[in-house]
């Protein structure tokens, strides 16, 4: 049997990994794609949880992880949409010259 | 005399034999490793694109882990939803923004060297955080556990339409504010990215 520790590792690793790309990376559409990678670990976490709880014809890990992969879709639509109505713009989407708000 | 050095034999193989992992643990590896490598592509690849693939095989594989769990719908919305429609849209994206000069610089910008420290800091602590506690090794059975109504079911079934029944009755509310905010997320995608002219 799989112990539980091994899937919040793998969770822990791929969240690290998101948290990375979303802050280190030059294009705001790699932003993004860890955005949706953080999101992942969440939901392995979630769904972890609820497989090895007590109560799991509650269905709730389930539940919260459907729920969670529905709104990162709809935030990945308007992000997307967002980062291409920049491009139009400014002909960029390069983070480091998006600097319009910078102090 | 022989059988007690067959006796002591005996035990001394079984102290050193090497414990055999079981399917579930082999399953894993196989697909934790291609979900953990795939991660790790996303952050430092050159190219965009193959940022955007590596991150197709993460879906994939994180979908693996969610069947392995037991928990086969939602590994199918996974891939319904993220590598159908998610990943569509970054490519779709991607090919909409282009001018980058790929490959020419480095992906990373000035505060990755920061940035990888801290993660490799943000790592251990989740990794001892993880390991200090006694988590369970062992799942319960689902056959163990009563669906309400549906008990007479077999189980993969009973778990699908528990999850119509909660939708629909704990989870009311929350469904159909999710419905809202898909319409509302698409009209302002739409809005946002239509051709001014």
Redesign the interface.
């Known amino acids: 049997m799989v112990p539980l520790s091994w899937y919040l590792v793998l969770a822990a690793f791929i969240f690290c990994c998101g948290l990375l790309a979303a802050l280190a990376r030059r294009n705001a559409i790699a932003v993004l794609m860890g955005i949706e990678l953080m999101l992942n670990a969440v939901n392995i976490n979630l769904v972890a949880f609820w497989r090895y709880g007590a109560a799991v014809e509650q269905l709730d890990g389930l539940l919260f992880a459907l729920f969670v992969i529905a709104i990162a879709a709809a935030e990945a639509a308007v992000g997307l949409a967002l980062i291409i109505s920049v491009y139009r713009s400014r002909k960029t989407v390069n983070l480091d010259e998006l600097t319009l708000l910078q102090g | 005399m022989i059988e007690q050095l067959n006796q002591l034999i005996e035990q001394l193989l079984i102290q050193t034999a090497p414990t055999v992992p079981?399917i579930?643990?082999v399953v894993?590896v196989m697909l934790?490793i291609p979900?953990?490598v795939a991660?790790?592509m996303?952050?430092l690849a050159r190219n965009?694109f193959h940022?955007?693939l590596a991150?197709v095989g993460?879906?994939f594989a994180?979908a693996g882990?969610?069947a392995?769990?037991?928990?086969e719908?939602?590994a199918v919305?996974?891939i319904l939803?993220?590598v159908g429609?998610?990943s569509t849209?970054?490519t779709?994206?991607?090919m909409?923004?282009r001018?980058?000069m790929y490959g020419a610089?480095s992906?990373?910008?000035?505060?990755?060297g920061t940035?990888?420290m801290i993660?490799?800091l943000?790592?251990a602590v989740?990794?001892g955080l993880?390991?200090s506690m006694p988590?369970?090794?062992?799942?319960?059975a689902?056959e163990t556990?009563?669906?309400?109504i549906f008990s007479n079911r077999i189980t993969g079934e009973a778990?699908i339409a528990?999850?119509g029944q909660?939708?629909l009755t704990t989870?009311l509310v929350?469904f159909e504010l999710?419905a809202v905010?898909?319409l509302?997320?698409?009209a302002?995608?739409?809005l946002?990215?239509r051709d001014?002219q």
């Open positions: 079981s579930q643990q894993f934790a979900a953990a991660a790790l996303v952050v965009l940022s955007a991150l993460t879906l994180v882990i969610y392995l769990l037991e928990a719908f939602l919305s996974q939803v993220y429609a998610i849209l970054i779709f994206a991607i909409l923004t001018g980058m610089t992906p990373l910008n000035r505060q990755a940035a990888i993660m490799g943000l790592f989740l990794s993880v390991a988590w369970p090794e062992n799942l319960v689902l556990f009563s669906w309400g778990i528990s999850l909660k939708f989870y929350p999710m905010l898909l509302v997320a698409l302002g995608a739409i946002l990215a001014r």
